[in-house]
């Protein structure tokens, strides 16, 4: 794969932002993390539009829910376990049940938190976010698309909930006729026997795996899902009906995130083998992050791995 310039899609979460903050009229709420959300880069040019909120996150939620409801933007940023863990409550009931545009920036999302430890590494929010009424989910897969993702759910009426990692991961949208649509999954590579859909900072690893497979005769088609919920069905029902084989790549428990959002639809509508790349059913632990990419399988040699046995399942 190409040695691309690497970045970490909070750090774009901050200066979307503080560049958007000029083109549009919204607050930032933030729980005393702004350094490492990345939303101190908006406070400091536009303070009288932040506020923090100090190490209370429902209250967090709440207050963000208030001022949506008089109709103005507002995101309210912590970490991911935070955000949808401990606020979960609020964010059902103050977000989700009366249908407010709250968009929710969570930082620090998987197990790239590293030496965090699994108290930090949030491998259950696309779940818990899912089971939401009307929430949206954007988990995007580089820099470019994190920016993308912020200016699209300003314009977006409802709630959102923008997943955002630590880790700096390739930027790989360099291509000028990008376009970042909300509920449309892109197609990264061509391929004729096996899908790999991917999401977050597995994208770039679902290309790298293509490649690797390729020097091995098997054709690999990507797909880049960016939004979790809803879910683009058509460019899912395709890739299932052309290739015949799927597999799934997900910085997240594979109980309750992409791979079973997947399943679903092709168990729906064209069932074909489908095998999950993600953290099997266990909580992280403190180390460093390439360690814990190899330790939980979230590597393009296990896609490679993997890509072979859905191909190998096929009738």
């Known amino acids: 794969m190409m040695n691309y310039e690497k970045k970490a899609t909070r750090e774009s979460y901050g200066e979307a932002l503080a560049e958007l903050g000029d083109k549009y009229d919204f607050l930032v709420l933030d729980a005393d993390l702004a350094a490492a959300t990345k939303t101190g880069i908006f406070k400091k040019k536009f303070p009288e539009r932040f506020f923090d909120c100090g190490i209370a996150e429902g209250n967090m939620i709440s207050v963000a829910a208030g001022i ?6 507002v995101f309210a940023s912590s970490f991911a376990m935070f955000a949808a863990g401990r606020a979960f409550e609020q964010v ?6 009366p249908h407010l545009g709250v968009k929710i920036g969570a930082t620090h999302a998987g ?13 259950e929010d696309i779940a818990l976010m899912r089971t939401i009424p009307g929430m949206t989910i954007i988990n995007p897969a580089d820099a470019v698309e994190a920016k993308a993702a912020v200016e699209a759910a300003i314009n977006f009426e409802g709630p959102v909930y923008m997943r955002f990692g630590r880790y700096a991961t390739p930027i790989f949208n360099v291509n000028p006729d990008y376009k970042f649509e909300i509920g449309k999954g892109i197609d990264l590579a061509e391929g004729s026997d096996v ?9 770039a690893m679902a290309l790298e795996a293509r490649e690797m497979l390729a020097t091995e005769g098997i054709s690999a088609r990507v797909i880049n899902i960016h939004t979790i919920k809803p879910i683009d069905r058509d460019i899912i029902i395709d890739a299932a009906k052309k290739t015949g084989a799927i597999v799934t790549a997900e910085e997240h428990n594979i109980i309750g995130g992409l791979g079973e959002a997947v399943s679903a639809v092709t168990a729906e509508a064209c069932p074909v083998p489908v095998i999950r790349v993600g953290v099997n059913d266990s909580f992280g632990h403190s180390g460093s992050v390439p360690a814990l990419l190899e330790e939980y399988g979230l590597t393009p040699a296990n896609l490679v791995a993997k890509a072979k046995a859905a191909v190998a399942l096929k009738k």
């Open 195 to 203: 899908t790999i859909v991917a999401t977050g900072l597995m994208v």
């Open 92 to 97: 059902r009931n103050s977000i989700g049940y």
């Open 111 to 123: 197990i790239t938190v590293g030496e965090d430890g699994a108290t930090h590494q949030c491998l």
């Open 68 to 73: 949506a409801s008089t109709g103005k933007c």
